[in-house]
């Protein structure tokens, strides 16, 4: 009687055996039966396989050639990753809506631009001196553990309360993430009379900027958890950047954000 090894062997043995193996090995080895793709999975995922520069350097390239395949929403982001850290660690989210257009900041009475022509997404035409702007037309983003955000306001000042809690010294940055200042004056029985609001757009990031500092990412467990995506697909507009962010996205993939 043959010996069925996915039985005789446990989950820790089975981990330690494949843990041996190259990601295109353990890819070959996932199409024997539903158990064996379990244990491959969880070898992929686990700190002790991705310690090793050949296995994770494989991962970080598969992780950068499949995901431009399957862009749809829900979308997981990471959002400032460079600038927003705190004990918990890095601060993600998941995008559920998001629809963005183009306006002509030089003349907002002018024709629509047109937002699925992905030479207008060029940097050239959106940075602080070009000719477009991009405004949120609807939104719905969980910034997990800080807030829902439906607005870009909303999402500026999640993004400015959690870099209160930063562990570096990066909390310089909170108000060119969200620089605007609500002022409140009340009567003798302190009840609200009038207030003002102050946006410091000149001191804060432009929409274009806060965008290029949120990436898709994969989970992909490990050491770190995720593994952000890389720009596999270039367009001769100025995207150069080795990882991908929500601007990159517009522009490659017109319709699925605009």
């Given amino acids: 009687m043959p010996i069925d090894w996915g039985k005789e062997l446990g989950p820790e043995l089975w981990q330690l055996v494949l843990g ?3 990601l295109m090995q353990l890819r070959l080895l996932k199409t024997v039966s539903r158990g064996m793709a379990n244990h491959c999975r969880r070898v992929l995922r686990s700190s002790e396989w991705q310690a090793w520069k050949a296995n994770e350097h494989a991962l970080e390239m598969e992780v950068a050639t499949q995901a431009p395949l399957n862009y749809s ?3 997981d982001v990471v959002f400032l990753e460079e ?6 660690g890095m601060c993600f989210g998941t995008i559920h809506r998001l629809k963005l257009r183009l306006f002509n900041r030089r003349d907002e009475t002018a024709r629509a631009v047109d937002s699925l022509c992905l030479s207008n997404w060029s940097h050239n035409n959106l940075e602080d001196h070009g000719m477009y702007d991009i405004r949120v037309v609807d939104m719905l983003i969980d910034v997990h553990g800080h807030g829902l955000c439906g607005s870009e306001y909303a999402l500026r000042r999640v993004l400015a309360d959690a870099m209160e809690q930063t562990i570096t010294a990066w909390k310089s940055l909170k108000g060119c993430i969200c620089n605007t200042t609500i002022e409140q004056s009340v009567d003798a029985d302190n009840k609200p009379v009038s207030g003002c609001v102050r946006r410091g757009e000149e001191a804060q990031w432009s929409l274009f900027r806060l965008l290029q ?3 898709p990412v994969t989970n992909a ?3 770190y958890g995720y593994m952000t995506h890389w720009v596999t697909h270039q ?3 100025g ?3 080795s990882e991908l962010d929500l601007v990159h996205l517009c522009a490659n993939y017109p319709g699925l954000i605009t």
Avoid: C, F
């Avoid at 600038?83 to 918990?88: H, P, R």
């Fill in 20 to 22: 041996h193996l190259s």
């Fill in 73 to 75: 929403m829900p979308m």
């Fill in 83 to 88: 600038q927003l850290v705190t004990d918990a």
């Fill in 213 to 215: 500092e949120i990436r």
């Fill in 221 to 223: 467990g490990g050491p």
């Fill in 235 to 237: 367009n001769e507009y």
């Fill in 239 to 241: 995207r150069a950047q």
